[in-house]
């Protein structure tokens, strides 16, 4: 399965903005999908998860109460809204399939996404 994210942008501290991943696979609705974040110059690293059903969600604790992740089947989609947006958020944010729940991502990527928070 393969998954684009996108949806990013420049905004200001304290702003919103709303990623999506896509796949064009049916499969997609059968899989726990994740976002990472990777900085300038830093690992990539957990942001949240999603079980197959949407039932079960897991944030890292940077993001707890700003991010929601969600998914709509309909769609083949996964999103993550991001609200009260830090400079410290700024990244290239990925979605990827889960491998291990809820933070060890399978190692193939997409295209991400530049999220850029200015102060």
């Known amino acids: 399965v393969q998954l684009q994210a996108s949806g990013g942008g420049l905004v200001q501290a304290g702003d919103s903005l709303r990623l999506s991943c896509a796949a064009s696979?049916?499969?997609?609705?059968?899989?726990?999908i994740s976002w990472l974040r990777q900085a300038p110059g830093k690992e990539r690293d957990f942001v949240a998860a999603?079980?197959?059903?949407?039932?079960?969600?897991y944030y890292t604790d940077s993001v707890k109460g700003r991010f929601t992740i969600s998914r709509d089947t309909a769609k083949n989609a996964v999103y993550l809204q991001m609200s009260n947006l830090r400079p410290d958020d700024t990244a290239v944010y990925y979605c990827?399939?889960?491998?291990?729940?809820?933070?060890?991502?399978?190692?193939?990527w997409g295209q991400g996404t530049q999220v850029t928070v200015s102060s």
């Open positions: 696979s049916r499969a997609f609705n059968d899989i726990d």
């Open positions: 999603i079980s197959y059903d949407g039932g079960t969600t």
């Open positions: 990827s399939r889960v491998r291990n729940w809820p933070r060890e991502p399978y190692n193939t």
